[in-house]
């Protein structure tokens, strides 16, 4: 969470925001319609989310977030993984009507993180309000010292996400570029799924670099350019 | 209000995504009278903002109000201006309990009364069986004549075994027979947090007043006092004088009073003035009861057999049990597939996983032997002492009760034993745990430990 201004390439692109719309379920729709109903408050008050990095979960709780908030209610976005964050972040959460929390396993085993999550689980319970977890296993493998919470996490459904196909991240990188305004035409798509990861996120940083390039050199998105940006990653590394 | 909405878009560009869901996202706001007031949910998000934010909010304010709004205060608390009755429906939509008041505003002055009970949780939709029977009981007797019958009441067990639905059941009991009875459910954590900040606002006498004042104190999982002085303190004279008063306390721990640890002397005594009771795993027959009766009040036909399959292979708690049930019924929803044993198998493979995993011969030689502090080897060698060969006995039993394997693979999986020794080892054990109440807490213990 460095500060982004350094980062922002001029001139500043729109910023392609995660949304339900956004979401390439491919074979995580049943995950996808169980948050969505969580959101729309008749669904479960609670739900855990678990599955390997790159699988859609953080755009999932940041898409609850944003459709909470567009609802007119309240929501806050935690990634736990973040080491700035300290236990004291939770307090008063449970004034907030969805709460998301990102990457739960970073803070097993860290006694006030589990003892102050506890809390304010119990406390999300209480008011009836909306605790959306993920983590990257499933809440019974989770290191956790207190049993209590390790069983607490494991009281909701939980949905296991799963690594999008090749078919499903062509499809991702399709509705990317559509987001993003950038006219790429299949061939192109082809060429990025045969050179870069085949992640979700490996492939939106292809499509960030793409973008930027485009905008810089004033070039369509076609295999030409890509071959250059391919090439320029390459000896860069 | 429009202006803040003009800021919030525009940092929306200017931030991550995380970063504005983290920060942004939860703060609430009130503007009045110039000033752009923002409501922190704490102290550490206050700061959070303060420190990275709060200039670059004041330019965007200044800049979208054409300077009319140029100073922004921000605090910890909610938002009053808040429209009460969108809260209100969200708050009832998404959990129907009675009598919960929302609060608003500065939320620590006024300690208005909230009982924070689940309606939910009563007798009728508790599922009584072997393993709960006597606490189940027990506090019925309770529920009918606060503060006569046993007072405190006690109950303990391990995780997600019943004991804050039995509590919530007394506490709905009382209300229902007399309404205007003051019930107050709170977790021991919530106690001592509400506890911190009354010192903190100097609040602490009104503390003091209100918990004084109740005609029924539920507290649970008093564990979690441990090693915690100042509440510890309070907490006891908050026992004496409703103790004195004639009104009902009821605490729930995971452990028996005597053994919770980090409490002071006087209080593990005061907790076993009244009744104890535990409650314990369910057996087979009362978690599938409990399937059903969960998926009779979510409105679900559970198939018998799938709710045999899924109490079969989920032992350790009621909240797994639960858990697995909810995932179930979520995913055969989405899916529109029917619920059947293969369908179960492929939506729960990774609990199932989890539960086979953990249950070995291995590990329960390993909790054994880490319980009573012996080596392995020694547990596994022909050692006849009885330091050795009760655990050794006790580890055996165990295997006996929680996997599927044949004595004769018990028996050599302890040394090379016979099976003879392996049925000896399971008989004398649960013939000790009648006589020995030693013996029956560290089965009991060991078992907790080994299955949830």
Known sequence: MSSPVGQIPLPILPRPEARFETFVAGPNAVAAAAVRAAVATDGEPYLFLFGPPGTGKSHLLHAACHARVERGGTAAYLPLGEDRLVPAVLEGLEHVELVALDDVERIAGDPDWERDLFGLYNRLREAGRTLLVSADRPAGDLPLGLADLRSRLGWGPAFQLQPLTDRDCAALLRAAARTRGLDLGEPAIAYIMRRSPRDPRGLLAVLDALDQASLREKRRPTVPLIRTLFDDLERRN | ?452
């Not at chain 2, 608003?104 to 924070?116: I, K, L, P, Y």
């Not at chain 2, 003051?182 to 900040?197: L, T």
């Not at chain 2, 599927?404 to 745990?433: C, M, Q, Y």
């Open chain 2, 1 to 452: 209000m429009a202006i803040w909405q003009k800021c919030a878009a525009r940092l929306k560009e200017e931030l991550s995504i995380a970063e504005f869901n983290t920060w942004i996202m939860p703060l609430q706001v009130s503007e009045e009278g110039g000033v752009l007031r923002l409501f922190a949910p704490n102290q550490f998000v206050l700061e959070w903002v303060e420190s990275h934010y709060r200039e670059r909010l004041e330019a965007l304010c200044g800049q979208f109000s054409n300077g009319l709004v140029a100073t922004i205060s921000i605090e910890v608390g909610t938002s009053q201006r808040e429209p009460a009755a969108r809260r209100d429906e969200a708050t009832t939509r998404a959990a129907p309990r009675g009598g919960k008041k929302e609060e608003s505003g500065a939320r620590d002055t006024n300690r208005r009364h909230e009982s924070n009970l689940n309606p939910e949780f009563t007798f009728e939709t508790f599922v009584e069986g072997k393993s709960n029977q006597i606490a189940r009981a027990a506090s019925v007797q309770i529920g009918s004549n606060p503060g006569r019958a046993y007072n405190p009441f006690f109950i303990y067990g391990g995780v997600g075994l019943g004991k804050t639905h039995l509590m919530h059941a007394i506490g709905n009991m009382i209300s229902t027979t007399n309404p205007s009875a003051r019930v107050v459910y709170i977790h021991s954590e919530r106690f001592v947090a509400d506890m911190v900040r009354a010192l903190q606002h100097n609040q602490i006498s009104e503390f003091k007043r209100y918990y004084r004042s109740l005609n029924a104190l539920l507290i649970d999982d008093v564990q979690f006092f441990a090693g915690k002085e100042r509440s510890q303190e309070e907490f006891f004279h908050t026992f004496n004088a409703l103790f004195e008063s004639k009104q009902q306390i009821i605490l729930t721990s995971d452990r028996y009073p005597k053994e919770v640890s980090g409490l002071e002397e006087r209080l593990k005594s005061r907790f076993g003035w009244g009744l104890t009771v535990s409650v314990e795993p369910p057996d087979l027959e009362t978690r599938v009861a409990i399937l059903q009766s969960k998926a009779a009040i979510i409105g679900v036909d559970l198939p018998e057999e799938v709710g045999f399959f899924v109490a079969r292979r989920i032992k350790s708690n009621i909240r797994e049990l639960e858990g697995a049930l909810r995932r179930l019924v979520a995913n055969a929803e989405f899916t529109g597939q029917e619920m059947t044993v293969d369908f179960a198998k492929l939506v729960l493979r990774d609990m199932l996983v989890a539960q086979d995993k953990m249950i070995t011969i291995d590990n329960i030689q390993k909790v054994v032997a880490e319980y009573y502090k012996i080596r392995i080897n020694e547990l596994l060698s022909a050692k006849r002492t009885r330091s050795i060969s009760r655990p050794r006995q006790i580890a055996m039993t165990l295997a006996k009760e929680l996997t599927k394997h044949s004595l004769p693979e018990i028996g050599a999986a302890f040394g090379g034993r016979d099976h003879t020794t392996v049925i000896h080892a399971t008989k004398k054990i649960n013939s000790l745990r009648q006589e020995e109440l030693a013996v029956e807490e560290d089965y009991k213990n060991l078992l907790r430990i080994l299955t949830s």
